[in-house]
């Protein structure tokens, strides 16, 4: 079981950035792929973006492509979420999570934007973006 904590959430004008951080322990992070997800008040959880366990394959949700860019640093066991041009509907609670298959080798939007695909999960990180 991976531990994950979330940080780097805050106060954002629209137009603004911030850039989101989780650190995972536990589990041998280089062997999962890792996800955001996010979940506005009164909606369901929603998939933000996913990236392979290399960092060489991404994917995102419609919505914030070409705004938001997910990372990972395996030597630092940390996965991050660069979030530009933000919009007041990206106000949301954010998690990150690990895939429940160790070593995955075959990867789809479909497959990733799941939130039965992780095991693990963060305790959230309140990003709330004013007009």
């Known amino acids: 079981q991976a531990q994950l904590e979330e940080s780097g959430g805050g106060l954002a004008q629209a137009g603004g950035s911030l850039r989101l951080s989780c650190a995972a322990s536990g589990r041998t992070f280089t062997n999962y792929a890792a996800g955001w997800f996010r979940q506005a008040v009164g909606l369901e959880r929603e998939f933000v973006a996913a990236?392979?366990?290399?960092?060489?394959?991404?994917y995102y949700v419609d919505s914030v492509k070409g705004r938001f860019t997910i990372s990972r640093d395996n030597a630092k066991n940390a996965v991050y979420l660069q979030m530009n041009s933000l919009k007041p509907e990206d106000t949301a609670v954010y998690y990150c999570?690990?895939?429940?298959?160790?070593?995955?080798?075959?990867?789809?939007?479909?497959?990733?934007?799941?939130?039965?695909?992780?095991?693990?999960w963060g305790q959230g990180t309140q990003v709330t973006v004013s007009s």
């Open positions: 999570a690990v895939d429940r298959r160790m070593a995955r080798t075959y990867y789809s939007s479909s497959i990733m934007s799941r939130p039965e695909t992780y095991a693990d």
């Open positions: 990236i392979s366990q290399s960092g060489n394959t991404t």
